[in-house]
């Protein structure tokens, strides 16, 4: 039995948005109308940022039936409402009927779904994007930063001209005590495992220090990238999208449309990806965003996953994920079977405005080049 099946994190939505930047993703992958594309469904948000770019397929996977859920309830919103009630429903915009216009998607639910939500009208009132286990954790760290850092500070930040002001902002109001206490004991280990659960952190070295990590890569973005234009930095920052420009992709008004036109295309799958994957025949999909669910599994599970992944994957398939924590790539043992774009994967990885991960992977399968290995080794053992 896998071990995340017990845990207490999936007895509910965990992710209420997803927190990796789509855009890398869609520029890596390069999704065009032929493509079946697998991901992970998290928050739902970038497997609907998915369909804009109109691919034959999107299949949807999570091991936590809640996270399915809650994409079900996010293409039903696409397919009854229009865009600025979505905005409504799901608390970007402030709402008194949030409940009323539940009621006008819930016969669109699946079975399951429906009976979920229809028990959530606390969630649905509040705003559906604000109810998963970590968006709370993001709005506590949120009210500790107004509390040790100080709105003004926070305004600063997105009142600034360039990185310029706000490198200077950073080191002169940020950069203190509070700042490096907040970040050594909200951001520890110890504080994420209580919330989260240690099996996410397993394979993670006991040396490594979180707050020194997740403080470098604040740092990082605070000053790099434009929070006005990061909707991961605005919704930590603020507890909501003000602007128009750091709205989520799958809730850019330009991509309404789209979206909306392809919501048939997705299918929705609860379970591991190893008992999906085995299940299919080979040459099934040919984009893959595995998110960073890697580091969570053992070297051995990793590498058994990714030959899994090979077989069913259709020639010249492109796969994409994250190392948040833990480095994970394909090991040497696959390399004839999958190559590394290194290149584009840094050059993505610098604009990534979602700057949490410390890594960005991309990876094509070469079927080809495997198949012409393997003739070859047993031409040479009858010789």
């Known amino acids: 039995m896998n071990p995340f099946k017990r845990q207490s994190v999936f007895e509910d939505i965990l ?34 940022a998915f369909l804009a770019d109109s691919p034959r397929k999107v299949i949807a996977l999570d091991l936590n039936p809640y996270q399915n859920y809650l994409l079900d309830l996010k293409i039903n919103c696409f397919r009854c409402l229009e865009h600025d009630e979505i905005l409504e429903l799901l608390g970007v915009s402030p709402s008194e009927r949030r409940h009323t216009l539940y009621m006008k998607i819930r016969n669109g639910l699946a079975p399951a779904s ?63 005590l509070r700042w490096r206490f907040l970040t050594k ?33 604040a740092r990082k ?73 890697f580091e969570w599994m053992t070297k051995d599970e990793f590498e058994s996953l990714l030959r899994e992944t090979v077989r069913v994957a259709k ?9 948040l924590l833990v480095h994970r790539e394909h090991p040497r043992s696959l390399d004839n079977s999958i190559k590394s774009d290194e290149t584009l994967a840094i050059v993505l990885h610098e604009s990534d405005k979602s700057f949490i991960y410390n890594n960005y992977v991309i990876e094509s399968i070469e079927k080809e080049k495997q198949t012409w290995d393997i003739r070859l080794s047993k031409q040479t053992a009858e010789i």
């Open 15 to 48: 992710y209420a948005q997803c927190w990796e930047d789509p855009s890398m993703d869609r520029e890596a992958l390069g999704i065009a109308g032929d493509d079946t594309v697998f991901s992970i469904t998290s928050g739902g948000c970038n497997v609907l």
């Open 114 to 176: 429906k009976s979920y939500w229809n028990r959530q009208r606390g969630k649905i009132e509040k705003g559906i994007i604000h109810s998963g286990r970590f968006e709370k954790y993001m709005q506590m760290i949120r009210v500790l930063l107004k509390l040790t850092i100080g709105k003004r500070a926070i305004r600063d930040m997105f009142e600034a001209k360039d990185s310029s002001e706000r490198e200077s902002i950073f080191e002169s109001k940020w950069n203190n």
């Open 185 to 217: 004991v909200i951001l520890s280990r110890a504080v994420m495992s209580l919330l989260f659960t240690k099996a996410f952190f397993a394979q993670l070295g006991a040396n490594l220090s979180f707050g020194d990590h997740f403080a470098g890569r």
């Open 221 to 293: 973005a605070l000053i790099s990238l434009n929070p006005r234009e990061s909707s991961f930095l605005t919704y930590i920052l603020l507890g909501n999208y003000p602007f128009e420009e750091g709205l989520p992709q799958y809730l850019r008004k330009h991509n309404y449309d789209r979206i909306r036109k392809n919501l048939d295309r997705v299918e929705l799958v609860t379970g591991s990806c190893g008992e999906y994957f085995a299940s299919l025949p080979p040459d099934s999909i040919s984009k893959f965003n595995f998110t960073n669910i």
């Open 315 to 323: 020639k010249n398939a492109v796969m994409t994920y994250r190392n």
